[in-house]
């Protein structure tokens, strides 16, 4: 939510464009490492993430797992992409996260405040907004028992589409915009999270449909998911008999326009020649990248804003918290004497267990859950021209990202900020936890 809250907050301000012209980030498949203490459901399988010296040749100087990925046939090799990303500090960041909070309990107790709420982010009237946005938008989401930050970035999405939309009903009444809560990676064993998208929909729609915000609930198997959740709550598997123990989620099983089920597939919901933005803050199912690639080929498809909730890239190697240059990458870490088997053991799982969890959550198999996030890669280079990538780069901690060896690195920042929700809101770690609390 963070991540949502800072870019919404920049809005339509700069950004620092990395484009990958240069072809020197190689994008390739998963290898496999012996990392004995990885969970079991990692399968010992992770990205390493590294920006390879062009003036070492093809794999010259690299350990041979590298050199083989090298020889594989895998490997992209030029890319077109751009990726607009900003490096904000976590001072800012925690910032912009609060003061979205108290504009959101603004927005809730006045309508005047409830207006003018997306313009607290940076937008001057609601025709920039939705013409950077879209009027259609997606949020993959994880809302499982500690994803509060992940509802509480859908909130605030809504909130916003909602606000806008209503300003703009001054000028044009019958207007309206949609936003789809996609759950498609935890739809057959997760009942937990399908529980809460769909009761988070539900009381969505019933906070915001009068502004002309549309929420729908992506489910491949909308009665399939019915049975998940009955069994969930103990209850018998209606629409009906849903409401009866949440209020509002046997409804949002159907479509908010009233027209059947809610949307089993996005492929043909897609605007033609219009924005899109697509929120990534979770991992992604098969189904779901297969939606945006369609859309991506359609001729008449829509063009793709996709925000990542975490950095695209992360170290893969140890790095001195006071170093200014890359240093040379090595994997597996040498087992010479200037490494302990402890150093070794910490820079094995650094290196191979370091991707960011929008990356790797889901209930899929872990390597799947991983070869479809290249797929979603693919598709932006297949189509460069049909996506806007963005990325807020924060890190779980302060660091670096990767840089050719003996270049200078970036910083990025982490978020210490830590909540604990409930009745009252117990913020445990802030930088600033006057301002937090």
């Known amino acids: 939510s963070s991540h949502l809250a800072l870019w919404a907050r920049l809005g339509c301000q700069a950004f620092v464009a990395w484009t990958a012209r240069a072809a020197h980030v190689r994008c390739v498949r998963t290898a496999a490492m012996d990392a004995s203490a990885k969970a079991a459901k990692f399968s010992y399988l992770q990205f390493r993430s590294v920006i390879d010296d062009p003036a070492a040749g093809e794999g010259a100087g690299m350990d041979e797992t590298w050199a083989r990925l090298l020889r594989s046939g895998r490997v992209t090799r030029h890319a077109e992409p751009c990726i607009s990303m900003a490096l904000p500090t976590s001072e800012d960041a925690e910032e912009a996260l609060v003061s979205s909070v108290n504009w959101l309990a603004e927005a809730l107790a006045s309508e ?30 994880d809302t499982d028992h500690n994803d509060m930050d992940d509802r509480l970035a859908a909130v605030l999405l809504a909130y916003q589409m909602a606000s806008a939309n209503k300003d703009r009903r001054r000028d044009s009444p019958s207007s309206t915009c949609t936003l789809y809560l996609d759950c498609r990676n935890y739809q057959n064993k997760a009942a937990l999270t399908v529980f809460r998208t769909l009761r988070l929909a539900a009381t969505l729609r019933r906070e915001l449909a009068s502004a002309g915000l549309l929420v729908d609930v992506v489910l491949s198997d909308s009665t399939a998911a019915m049975r998940l959740v009955a069994g969930y709550l103990g209850c018998a598997v209606s629409p009906m008999e849903l409401d009866k123990r949440s209020p509002g989620v046997g409804g949002a099983l159907s479509s908010a326009n009233g027209q059947g089920s809610c949307p089993s597939r996005l492929q043909d919901r897609w605007p033609s020649r ?103 890669q693919e598709a932006v280079v297949a189509r460069p021209g049909r996506f806007d990538y963005r990325c807020p780069a924060l890190a779980r901690d302060t660091g670096f990202l990767p840089a050719p060896p003996g270049q200078p690195m970036h910083r990025i920042f982490g978020r210490p900020l830590t909540v604990l929700p409930g009745q009252t809101y117990d913020v445990k770690k802030a930088l600033n936890k006057t301002r937090a609390a």
């Open 274 to 376: 219009s924005r899109v933005a697509l929120w990534i803050i979770s991992g992604l199912s098969g189904v779901q990248v297969a939606d945006i690639g369609a859309g991506s080929a359609a001729e008449d498809g829509p063009r793709f804003v996709v925000f990542e909730q975490a950095q695209p890239a992360w170290q893969s190697v140890v790095v001195a918290t006071d170093a200014d240059k890359q240093p040379p990458w090595e994997m597996p870490p040498a087992e010479d004497g200037a490494a302990t088997p402890v150093e070794v053991l910490e820079a094995v799982q650094r290196g191979f267990g370091a991707e960011p969890s929008n990356i790797r959550s889901g209930e899929a198999a872990y390597p799947l859950i991983l070869d479809v996030y290249m797929d979603l």
């Open 112 to 141: 005047e405040a409830f207006v003018t709420f997306y313009r607290c982010f940076g937008w001057a009237t609601p025709e920039a907004y939705f013409e950077a946005l879209g009027e259609t938008q997606v949020m993959f989401v």
